[in-house]
């Protein structure tokens, strides 16, 4: 094989080392390449091509190529992906978006194509993007001017239901471009790569072949920096993964910035990284000298502090939630609802939350002026809204706390406490089947 295809299929290799493979079957439906018709992913189309038909790391490689509909060639360039793509007998899924002209158009593309990209890929799939070191160092570079740190782009991760790989990023566009000559393979040049008024073009064209040439190993060095730092980030991924919300202040570092880095690798692992930093750095100061503090993100979701601890909560917790009717929970069933999960569960009967299974129970939220008599109890009927006060159950999780009702008696606060009458029956049948309603919500995530 040529040198860039073993190059291939080493990346292929170490990533899905761990696949099972049953019976002689790929490990995966298909390696699905992103093809813009440019050389590079037209480079790395046929080296997946000539790859997979020796090591067979797929039942099929498709093709995915995506529509801007930006540049008024764009048509011509599907155009040229469809011919190819039937020479060489590969499928083609062709996808045109609406791209937003307002704002930044390079990340309003991207964005629109990996809508697309997400819209096509399952979870038997791998998608393949073509980016070389020198994308790589453009990306770092510009992260760096813009002041979003120096974060390169990575070279394994997930989208939408798949997993995508960039193979490529240890080489540069030369090697690409030597390998379709050595094939006779032709590309199309985007006249829009010429045009300086987008920030990675002027990078490209005017700064870097000056810096290239004083420093002709520049690729190689931010590729060695960038390795480095994540190296640094998955040591900080594994300290974090020990931590999750609700998460005390206490936890947080004394010094602001690396407060802000951790809460914000903790929110890019829930999926909201979209923080400005001066709202991160005012919802801290807000932490540090108040007893509440809200920032809130996308989707109706929001951080918030209460009694020292912050929690991240959704938009359906922060709400009163309704049933249509009254739906029941049996022994070994789960139900869940704005934000609440509970199991009703088999356990011991010396947990203090354990009665004897009286049968399917009913799920009702709590509505106010809800009251449980207590074993102990000295002054009648306890409150459950005091009761899920005194539990440190926080004020947007108990307006509409689920309860469970047997025979419309109130029998059980999840998690929380058992009304006397059912811990009594529980006395009486010591042979009985114990369970017990325990709860989770998104802000114990």
Not at 194 to 212: C, G, I, M, Q
Not at 222 to 247: C, H, K, M, N
Not at 378 to 395: E, H, I, M
């Amino acid at each position: 094989m040529h040198d860039l295809e073993n190059h291939l299929a080493e990346k292929l290799r170490g990533l899905l080392r761990e696949a099972r493979v049953d019976d002689g079957e790929p490990p995966l439906a298909r390696l699905v390449v992103g093809l813009s018709g440019g050389a590079d992913s037209v480079a790395l189309l046929r080296a997946t091509l000539a790859v997979n038909q020796t090591l067979r790391f797929a039942k099929t490689v498709v093709a995915l190529h995506v529509d801007h509909q930006i540049h008024e060639q764009s048509g011509s360039w599907a155009e040229f992906c469809v011919s190819m793509c039937a020479r060489l007998s590969v499928e083609l899924i062709t996808r045109s978006v609406n791209v937003a002209r307002q704002g930044n158009l390079e990340a309003a593309a991207r964005d629109a194509r990996y809508a697309a990209f997400t819209e096509v890929l399952t979870d038997q799939d791998l998608l393949l993007l073509a980016q070389h070191a020198q994308d790589q160092t453009e990306t770092v570079l510009l992260r760096l001017l813009q002041g979003r740190g120096v974060l390169p782009m990575r070279d394994f991760g997930r989208i939408g239901a798949s997993k995508f790989l960039r193979p490529l990023l240890a080489l540069g566009p030369l090697a690409l471009r030597d390998y379709l000559e050595f094939l006779g393979q032709t590309w199309i040049e985007d006249p829009s790569n010429a045009e300086t008024r987008f920030d990675r073009n002027y990078l490209r064209r005017e700064v870097l072949p000056k810096v290239v040439e004083r420093w002709p190993k520049t690729d190689q060095a931010v590729a060695r920096v960038t390795a480095y730092q994540a190296g640094e980030r998955a040591l900080l991924d594994i300290w974090l993964s020990q931590l999750q919300f609700p998460l005390s202040v206490a936890a947080l570092p004394e010094a602001d910035l690396p407060a802000q880095i951790l809460l914000r690798r903790l929110l890019q692992a829930e999926g909201f990284g979209a923080i400005s930093d001066p709202a991160l750095a005012e919802f801290l100061r807000q932490v540090r000298q108040a007893s509440l503090a809200e920032l809130r993100m996308i989707d109706g979701v929001s951080l918030r502090l209460w009694r020292r601890h912050l929690y991240l909560v959704g938009a359906d917790e922060a709400k009163v939630w309704h049933l249509a009717g009254m739906p029941t929970l049996q022994l070994h069933e789960t139900f869940v609802a704005a934000g609440f999960e509970i199991r009703l569960e088999q356990t011991e009967a010396a947990n203090p939350t354990a009665f004897v299974y009286p049968g399917p129970l009913h799920i009702r939220p709590r509505r106010g002026g809800e009251v449980i008599e207590l074993n102990g109890a000295t002054k009648g009927p306890t409150s459950v809204k005091d009761l899920l006060v005194r539990s440190a159950v926080p004020p947007w999780q108990r307006s509409s706390y689920p309860l469970l009702y047997h025979d419309r008696a109130l029998c059980c606060v999840p998690g929380i406490a058992v009304a006397k009458a059912y811990q009594e029956a529980a006395s009486e049948d010591p042979a009985g089947l114990w369970c017990q309603a325990a709860i989770l919500t998104k802000g114990a995530r």
